[in-house]
């Protein structure tokens, strides 16, 4: 292993036993119990397309709990740690910036992941198992792009409200762009652009927020 990723590594650990021990999984297996719950719901009171509708609701509902989650998350981690002067005890460490944001950055990810990784078989009953897939990988993408945003909104900003809602509206805007909306069910290619597109908005956050933590006073 290369003695420059070793670092990246320990941060991206340390950021996942944090969400581990402040109730992440349990909040996943919540959001997996209301999704059940409303597709059970709707499945006695719909008339017809039953298992559409259960399909279409549970995605939804458990897409819009990993967003939340993701978000509330790192910003209230890295929030906490700059509250706490824990950044600042880190910024004072022997490992470069662009070290210490990655290895944040790729560990908030990490927990996108695997909330995909734990929603996806949810959707096994109702949906087949390739369009799980394709849900589950457009999920983590997205959980990716929030995760950079929330990041670098949290440093910039420095606030809880302001945080999060910037990154709330950066990511409705990131939905309302053709592209992304295609990833629900268009052709393979224009899933692909829609994938590249998600990876690029990440790639530019990423970017922006690594500018602007070189910037930051010790």
Request: hydrophobic share 65%; glycine share 8%.
């Amino acid at each position: 292993m290369p003695a420059a990723t070793l670092p990246v590594l320990v941060l991206l650990r340390c950021v996942l036993l944090e969400a581990r021990r402040g109730g992440l999984p349990w909040l996943a297996l919540g959001s997996i119990a209301i999704g059940v719950a409303l597709a059970a719901f709707v499945s006695q009171v719909a008339l017809t397309e039953s298992l559409a509708l259960q399909a279409a609701l549970i995605a939804a509902v458990l897409r819009a709990c990993a967003v939340f989650l993701v978000a509330a998350q790192v910003t209230t981690s890295t929030l906490r740690e700059i509250q706490d002067k824990g950044l600042e005890l880190m910024l004072s460490l022997p490992l470069s910036r662009t070290t210490q944001y990655l290895g944040r950055l790729a560990g908030f990810m990490a927990c996108g992941v695997l909330l995909a990784l734990v929603f996806a078989p949810a959707l096994l009953v109702w949906a087949p198992p390739a369009a799980v897939a394709l849900w589950g990988v457009s999920l983590a993408l997205e959980t990716a792009l929030v995760a950079a945003a929330a990041l670098f909104f949290a440093m910039t900003l420095g606030q809880f409200v302001p945080a999060i809602t910037a990154t709330a509206g950066l990511y409705l805007l990131a939905r309302s762009i053709g592209a992304i909306q295609a990833i629900a069910g268009g052709p393979l290619a224009e899933y692909g652009a829609a994938l590249a597109a998600l990876a690029l908005y990440v790639i530019l956050l990423t970017a922006a927020g690594l500018f602007d933590f070189q910037r930051r006073e010790a």
